[in-house]
Structures are given as structure tokens and as C-alpha cells.
């Protein structure tokens, strides 16, 4: 448990960077810059995240030159991915404020990226939090994939008692059921009450 808890807290901090820039770079103004970026984003989307972490198992060891470990395979996989995913989330999180502020901005003599860095993301980023957490919540179950490369998360280590046991299948794979319910609900609750806690802000 606390090892899929540690996946899915590095996965998600590495991707909120990834995705950050992904969704600058998916919103440039430069066609030789966003044109690129979008298709590639949009390509990894499209593919099942268990060819992501194939890739990553196969790629990272031959770009090293030896071998890779699992556990850093599944955190670039998963970072890979989620970046992809959030990088739309900050997109929508920048289209939701008003285009006045980024007129203003730069009529007052601001950059594209100072008007971005000063103005919009400092906005747009408390609109993503809630999507955020709920990207987080999916984190924490994708990691049940890293069992393919043999990373002993929860899902393989329930797994390995039950070959063991061969009797108790039912109350494992019950009670693994239980224990990610409770993650996943008590995040899930986290999200909606900072959504909550959100719009009473914005309301004030």
C-alpha cells in the first residue's frame, strides 16, 4: 500500500510539471510548437496505458545502456500519461479566464508568457485543482499496472498471496476492493470539497 501510495504521489507531482508545459506549449501561439506538441499529446492519449508502460519497460533500458528499474519504469510511464491528460485539464483551466485579463495584460505591456506567469495560471490553476485531485484518484489505481513489469504494488502482492494460498481468493480480492475504495473515496471527497470551498471564494 505504501508503495502504490509513493508511485502515484511522484507520478502525479512529475506530471503536474509535464502537463503544465504540455498545456502551454498545446495553447502556443507558434504553429511549428503546438501543432507538434498536440498530436503527440493527442497520440498518447489514444493508446491504453498498458502499451505506455511497455514502451517505457522496453525504451528506458536501451537508452540507458543497462538495466532500468521497475519502479522508475512505471513512474515514467504513468508520468508520461497523466502529463498528457492534464496538459487538457490546464488548457480548459486557461480558456476559463475571460480573455479582458489577457488584453489588459498585455496593453499594459506585459509578455504572452509574463501575461501567462503573472495573471492567467495564477487564476487558472485554482480552477484545476479539483481536476487535479481527481486525476490523482485514477493515479492511485493505474498503478495496479505496474504488476506487468513486476512491481510489487498492492494489486501484485494481493495477487502473490492468493497463488500462495489458493484458498481465499474471494476475501483477498475483497478486501483489496475495500482498501482502494477508501483511498480512492476519501480523495474523491477531497476534490469535492475543495470544489465547494472554491465557488464559496469565488462567490465572495
Not at 76 to 91: D, E, G, M, P, R
Not at 125 to 154: A, C, H, W
Request: hydrophobic share 50%.
Amino acid at each position: 500500500l505504501a508503495l502504490t501510495l509513493i508511485l502515484a504521489f511522484i507520478s502525479v507531482l512529475l506530471s503536474i510539471i509535464g502537463g503544465l508545459i504540455l498545456g502551454l506549449l498545446c495553447i502556443s501561439r507558434n504553429n511549428y510548437v503546438r501543432i507538434p506538441v498536440t498530436l503527440a499529446v493527442n497520440f498518447i492519449r489514444a493508446m491504453p496505458l498498458l502499451m505506455v508502460i511497455f514502451w517505457m519497460f522496453f525504451l528506458l533500458p536501451a537508452i540507458t545502456g543497462g538495466k532500468f528499474p521497475e519502479n522508475g519504469t512505471v513512474i515514467c510511464a504513468l508520468t508520461i500519461f497523466t502529463s498528457c491528460y492534464i496538459s487538457q485539464i490546464v488548457k480548459a483551466g486557461i480558456a476559463s479566464i475571460p480573455k479582458g485579463q489577457t488584453e489588459a495584460s498585455t496593453s499594459s505591456g506585459l509578455t504572452y508568457w509574463q501575461t501567462m506567469r503573472y495573471v492567467v495560471l495564477p487564476q487558472g490553476l485554482r480552477n484545476m485543482i479539483p481536476s487535479f485531485v481527481n486525476q490523482f484518484v485514477s493515479l492511485i489505481k493505474d498503478t495496479s499496472l505496474g504488476y506487468i513489469v513486476g512491481v510489487s504494488e498492492l494489486t501484485q502482492v494481493a495477487q502473490q498471496i492468493n497463488n500462495r494460498t489458493q484458498n481465499y481468493a474471494a476475501e483477498i480480492f475483497i478486501f483489496l476492493a475495500i482498501v482502494y475504495f477508501l483511498i480512492c473515496f476519501a480523495f474523491t471527497s477531497l476534490s469535492r470539497w475543495l470544489e465547494k470551498s472554491l465557488a464559496w471564494r469565488k462567490s465572495i
